[in-house]
C-alpha cells in the first residue's frame, strides 16, 4: 500500500507541473507581440497591449499633456500653452521599451513570477519642448512679470558736467532651474500651480568702471572746441552741449577699462556736413609784379579743397583732449590747371629786356600813349604763344578813354577830325615794346617801322600802330612764361619783360645809307654760338 501511495503523490505532482508549464507556456505564446503584465509609462497600463494599441495610449497621453498650464512668475500668474513650446511626447522609444520588458528568464524564475504574480515595472515618458520657444517665453515673462533687469550703470550729463549712473543688481527668470520646473509640472495632465524660479542678476560694471569713464568724459567735454584755417575763414566751433550731446559709450567686457567713452563721429560730421565755408575752386599759380622791388614772383596755386569728414572726428577729439583748438581738416580735390610746381620749374624770373622813350609833356598823344601802356600792363604770355599789342588791347576807341591825337593817315601827319585821329600817339608805345621784344632775343613776329622818321626813335629800330594793323606781334619763344610791365613818367614810357629765356643775349647793329638802314639783331647764346637777324627798311622822309 505504501508504494502505490507514493507513486500516486508522484503522478499528481508531475501532472501539476506539467499543467503550470504549459499554463506558463500558453502565457508565453499568447502575449509574444504584446507588453508584459504589470508594465506602466506615466501611469498608463500598458500591460497585454499590442504594439498598435500601446502607441494609442502613449499618443493619447501626449493630447492630455496639451492644456493650459499656470505658474508663478514672482507672485503673478502667468499661463502658458504647452502648444506654443512645442510640447510632444517621442511614443516610439516608450512603446519599445515597453514591449522589452521582462524577456524570459528560465523555466523556473517564470513559474516563480507567476505564482508570484509579477512586479510593477514603471517606464519613464519624457516630454520634449523647443528650447529657444521656450526662452521666448521667458523673455517675455522677465518684461512683463519680473521687470527687474540689471542696470549697468553709465554717465549723466548735467549742465554741460558728467556724473555717474552707478550699476544696480536686477532680478530675472532662473532659465536652467524654472526650464525643469516647467518639464515636470508638463509631464502630468493633473497639475497644480507652480512657482516659477528667480535668480539675481548681476551688472556688467561696477562703480570703478563708472568712476573711470566719467573722468575721461570730462575730459572730452570740459572746453569748447574752435578749429581755425591759416586763411581767417570763419572758425568751426564745438561747444560744449553740442560735444554732449555727442557723447556715446559701450562696453567692452575684456578691457581695462570697461566702459569706453568717446565722442560719436557721426555726431560730430552732421555739425559740419553741407557747409561750403571751405570749399574751394583748383585755383592756379600766377605771377605778381612789385614795383617797388622790380621783381616777379610765384603767387602759390592750390587744388580744389573741401572738409574732410572722414578725419575730422580725430581732430575734434584731438583739441577736445589739448587745449580745444585745432586746424580743419582739409581734402584736396581737382589739381589746378596751372601749378606751383610748373611754375617754379620755369627757372629763375628775372628782367630780359627794358626799353623807355620820351615824348613832350602834357600832349593830348600821352594820354593815348599811357591808355595803350595800362591795358597791356600786368599780360603773360605763355610760352610758345603769339601776343599781338592789339588783339590784347583791342580798338582806340573815344569810349575806351581815348583821344583824338596826331597820326599818319596815307602817309602824311594829320590832326584831329578824323576817325584815325582817335589813339593818335600810340606808335610811341609801339616802338618801346617792340624794342622791349628786340633786346628780349623773343621771337619778332610782326612789326612795321613808320613811314616818316621821328628823331624821337632809334633809326629803322621801331614800329608804327594802328587797328587792326599796323601791328606789334611777338612768340614766347623761351619755356617760361614772359610777363609785360609797362610805367610811364610825364615825359617817358618804359616797357619791360620779365621771364627766363634760357640765358639769350642781344645786342643791335646798325648800317644806314641814306634813308634806308639795316638793322641787325645779334642774338648769343650761353654756349658762345650767335645767330644774326637783319631787317631792312627805307622812310619817305625824315620829320624834322
Same mark, same amino acid.
Given at each position: 500500500?505504501?508504494?502505490?501511495?507514493?507513486?500516486?503523490?508522484?503522478?499528481?505532482?508531475?501532472?501539476?507541473?506539467? +499543467?503550470?508549464?504549459?499554463?506558463?507556456?500558453?502565457?508565453?505564446?499568447?502575449?509574444?507581440?504584446?507588453?508584459?503584465?504589470?508594465?506602466?509609462?506615466?501611469?498608463?497600463?500598458?500591460?497585454? =497591449?499590442?504594439?498598435?494599441?500601446?502607441?494609442?495610449?502613449?499618443?493619447?497621453?501626449?493630447?492630455?499633456?496639451?492644456?493650459?498650464?499656470?505658474?508663478?512668475?514672482?507672485?503673478?500668474?502667468?499661463?502658458?500653452?504647452?502648444?506654443?513650446?512645442?510640447?510632444?511626447?517621442?511614443?516610439?522609444?516608450?512603446?519599445?521599451?515597453?514591449?522589452?520588458?521582462?524577456?524570459?528568464?528560465? !523555466?523556473?524564475?517564470?513559474?516563480?513570477?507567476?505564482?508570484?504574480?509579477?512586479?510593477?515595472?514603471?517606464?519613464?515618458?519624457?516630454? %520634449?519642448? @523647443?528650447?529657444?520657444?521656450?526662452?521666448?517665453?521667458?523673455?517675455?515673462?522677465?518684461?512683463?512679470?519680473?521687470?527687474?533687469?540689471?542696470?549697468?550703470?553709465?554717465?549723466?550729463?548735467?549742465? &554741460?558736467?558728467?556724473?555717474? @549712473?552707478?550699476?544696480?543688481? &536686477?532680478?530675472?527668470?532662473?532659465?536652467? *532651474?524654472?526650464?525643469?520646473?516647467?518639464?515636470?509640472?508638463?509631464?502630468?495632465?493633473?497639475?497644480?500651480?507652480?512657482?516659477?524660479?528667480?535668480?539675481?542678476?548681476?551688472?556688467?560694471?561696477?562703480?570703478? @568702471?563708472?568712476?573711470?569713464?566719467? %573722468?575721461?568724459?570730462?575730459?572730452?567735454?570740459?572746453?569748447?572746441?574752435? =578749429?581755425?584755417?591759416?586763411?581767417?575763414?570763419?572758425?568751426?566751433?564745438?561747444?560744449?552741449?553740442?560735444?554732449?550731446?555727442?557723447?556715446?559709450?559701450?562696453?567692452?567686457?575684456?578691457?581695462?577699462?570697461?566702459?569706453?567713452?568717446?565722442?560719436?563721429?557721426? *555726431?560730430?560730421?552732421?555739425?559740419?556736413?553741407?557747409?561750403?565755408?571751405?570749399?574751394?575752386? $583748383?585755383?592756379? $599759380?600766377?605771377?605778381?609784379?612789385?614795383?617797388?622791388?622790380?621783381?616777379?614772383?610765384?603767387?602759390?596755386?592750390?587744388?580744389?579743397?573741401?572738409?574732410?569728414?572722414?578725419? !575730422?572726428? /580725430?581732430?575734434?577729439? *584731438?583739441?577736445?583732449?589739448?587745449?580745444?583748438?585745432?586746424?580743419?581738416?582739409?581734402?584736396?580735390?581737382?589739381?589746378?590747371?596751372?601749378? +606751383?610746381?610748373?611754375?617754379?620749374?620755369?627757372?629763375?624770373?628775372?628782367?630780359?629786356?627794358?626799353?623807355?622813350?620820351?615824348?613832350?609833356?602834357?600832349?593830348?598823344?600821352?594820354?593815348?600813349?599811357?591808355? !595803350?601802356?595800362?591795358?597791356?600792363?600786368?599780360?603773360?604770355?605763355?610760352?610758345?604763344?603769339?601776343?599781338?599789342?592789339?588783339?590784347?588791347?583791342?580798338?582806340? +576807341?573815344?569810349? @575806351?578813354?581815348?583821344?583824338?591825337?596826331?597820326?599818319?593817315?596815307?602817309?602824311?601827319?594829320?590832326?584831329?577830325?578824323?576817325?584815325?585821329?582817335?589813339?593818335?600817339? +600810340?606808335?610811341?608805345?609801339?616802338?618801346?615794346?617792340?624794342?622791349?621784344?628786340?633786346?628780349?632775343?623773343?621771337?619778332?613776329?610782326?612789326?612795321?617801322?613808320?613811314?616818316?622818321?621821328?628823331?624821337?626813335?632809334?633809326? &629803322?629800330?621801331?614800329?608804327?600802330?594802328?587797328?587792326?594793323?599796323?601791328?606789334?606781334?611777338?612768340?614766347?619763344?623761351?619755356?617760361?612764361?614772359?610777363?609785360?610791365?609797362?610805367?610811364?613818367?610825364?615825359?617817358?614810357?618804359?616797357?619791360?619783360?620779365?621771364?627766363?629765356?634760357?640765358?639769350?643775349?642781344?645786342?643791335?647793329?646798325?648800317?644806314?645809307?641814306?634813308?634806308?638802314?639795316?638793322?641787325?639783331?645779334?642774338?648769343?647764346?650761353?654756349?658762345?654760338?650767335?645767330?644774326?637777324?637783319?631787317?631792312?627798311? /627805307?622812310?619817305?622822309?625824315?620829320?624834322?
Amino acid at each position: 500500500m505504501r508504494r502505490i501511495w507514493i507513486t500516486a503523490f508522484s503522478a499528481v505532482t508531475i501532472i501539476a507541473v506539467v +499543467t503550470l508549464g504549459l499554463a506558463i507556456v500558453d502565457a508565453r505564446l499568447g502575449h509574444q507581440d504584446r507588453v508584459a503584465p504589470q508594465v506602466y509609462a506615466a501611469d498608463i497600463a500598458l500591460s497585454n =497591449l499590442a504594439e498598435p494599441d500601446a502607441v494609442a495610449a502613449i499618443n493619447s497621453y501626449e493630447q492630455e499633456l496639451l492644456h493650459t498650464a499656470e505658474f508663478l512668475v514672482d507672485g503673478q500668474l502667468a499661463t502658458l500653452e504647452p502648444d506654443a513650446i512645442g510640447l510632444r511626447v517621442d511614443t516610439d522609444p516608450v512603446v519599445q521599451a515597453a514591449l522589452e520588458q521582462r524577456p524570459s528568464e528560465g !523555466l523556473i524564475a517564470d513559474i516563480n513570477n507567476w505564482l508570484e504574480g509579477y512586479a510593477r515595472i514603471d517606464l519613464d515618458v519624457p516630454i %520634449q519642448v @523647443d528650447a529657444a520657444a521656450l526662452d521666448a517665453i521667458f523673455d517675455a515673462w522677465d518684461s512683463r512679470f519680473v521687470g527687474r533687469p540689471a542696470h549697468d550703470g553709465g554717465i549723466l550729463v548735467e549742465d &554741460g558736467v558728467a556724473t555717474p @549712473d552707478y550699476p544696480r543688481n &536686477g532680478m530675472a527668470v532662473d532659465r536652467e *532651474a524654472a526650464r525643469a520646473v516647467i518639464i515636470a509640472a508638463l509631464a502630468s495632465p493633473d497639475r497644480a500651480i507652480t512657482d516659477i524660479p528667480l535668480t539675481d542678476l548681476a551688472p556688467a560694471l561696477d562703480e570703478a @568702471d563708472i568712476d573711470a569713464a566719467v %573722468q575721461e568724459a570730462n575730459r572730452l567735454i570740459d572746453v569748447e572746441v574752435v =578749429l581755425r584755417l591759416q586763411d581767417g575763414s570763419k572758425p568751426l566751433i564745438y561747444n560744449r552741449a553740442q560735444l554732449s550731446a555727442a557723447l556715446q559709450t559701450w562696453i567692452e567686457p575684456d578691457a581695462a577699462t570697461r566702459l569706453k567713452v568717446a565722442l560719436d563721429p557721426g *555726431a560730430l560730421r552732421a555739425k559740419a556736413q553741407g557747409t561750403t565755408a571751405y570749399d574751394s575752386a $583748383a585755383f592756379s $599759380a600766377s605771377f605778381a609784379f612789385s614795383e617797388e622791388d622790380q621783381e616777379l614772383s610765384i603767387v602759390p596755386g592750390s587744388p580744389a579743397t573741401t572738409i574732410d569728414l572722414e578725419y !575730422l572726428p /580725430t581732430v575734434v577729439i *584731438a583739441a577736445a583732449l589739448g587745449d580745444g583748438t585745432g586746424v580743419v581738416p582739409i581734402l584736396e580735390g581737382e589739381k589746378p590747371e596751372f601749378t +606751383t610746381a610748373q611754375a617754379e620749374a620755369m627757372g629763375p624770373l628775372t628782367k630780359l629786356s627794358e626799353f623807355t622813350t620820351r615824348h613832350s609833356c602834357c600832349a593830348s598823344r600821352t594820354v593815348n600813349i599811357r591808355r !595803350l601802356a595800362d591795358e597791356i600792363d600786368g599780360a603773360v604770355v605763355w610760352p610758345g604763344a603769339l601776343f599781338s599789342v592789339n588783339e590784347h588791347a583791342g580798338p582806340r +576807341t573815344a569810349e @575806351d578813354g581815348y583821344v583824338a591825337a596826331g597820326a599818319i593817315i596815307s602817309g602824311k601827319l594829320y590832326c584831329c577830325d578824323s576817325p584815325f585821329n582817335i589813339g593818335g600817339g +600810340t606808335s610811341q608805345f609801339g616802338t618801346t615794346f617792340y624794342n622791349a621784344v628786340f633786346f628780349s632775343c623773343l621771337e619778332d613776329v610782326d612789326h612795321k617801322p613808320h613811314s616818316i622818321y621821328f628823331s624821337r626813335y632809334p633809326f &629803322g629800330r621801331e614800329a608804327t600802330m594802328g587797328y587792326p594793323n599796323p601791328d606789334v606781334v611777338f612768340r614766347n619763344d623761351s619755356e617760361s612764361i614772359v610777363y609785360i610791365n609797362t610805367s610811364y613818367t610825364g615825359t617817358s614810357i618804359t616797357v619791360a619783360f620779365y621771364g627766363n629765356n634760357g640765358g639769350r643775349e642781344c645786342s643791335a647793329l646798325s648800317r644806314r645809307s641814306g634813308n634806308t638802314v639795316t638793322t641787325t639783331r645779334v642774338i648769343t647764346y650761353p654756349d658762345g654760338t650767335f645767330k644774326r637777324e637783319p631787317f631792312t627798311w /627805307t622812310y619817305r622822309s625824315i620829320s624834322k
